[in-house]
């Protein structure tokens, strides 16, 4: 059975760091791509940032590049989004992703998920 667990998710002030860590289980690592996405409430689902575990290809959406860096464990079946100079509109429930052979930032092109876990920067 497939399974992604994120956790890392707090309450931190604006400025400040938190690492997310996505666990992956049930498929070979090695041959899918992760992706990190988030949700505000009001908002659409946005990729954030994507990997591809077969050759460390990273990708970012522009809101984040220079502050968040994606980067995975493949002894561990684990994907890493170090966060750092937060801010308030960095806050949503963080959900990662996995897909088969292209790495991406469509949700929609992701078939596995996880169940979220919660960012809220405060100002």
């Known amino acids: 059975e497939v399974q992604l667990v994120e956790s890392g998710g707090d309450l931190v002030q604006a400025g400040g760091s938190l690492r997310l860590s996505c666990a992956a289980s049930?498929?070979?690592?090695?041959?899918?791509?992760i992706g990190w996405f988030r949700q505000a409430p009001g908002k659409e689902r946005e990729g954030v940032s994507c990997i591809s575990n077969w050759d460390g290809s990273t990708f970012y959406a522009d809101s984040v590049k220079g502050r968040f860096t994606i980067s995975s464990d493949n002894a561990k079946n684990t994907v890493y989004l170090q966060m750092n100079s937060l801010k308030p509109e960095d806050t949503a429930v963080y959900y990662c992703?996995?897909?088969?052979?292209?790495?991406?930032?469509?949700?929609?092109?992701?078939?596995?998920w996880g169940q979220g876990t919660q960012v809220t920067v405060s100002s």
């Open positions: 049930g498929f070979t690592f090695d041959d899918y791509a």
């Open positions: 992703a996995a897909v088969d052979g292209w790495v991406g930032m469509a949700p929609a092109t992701y078939d596995y």
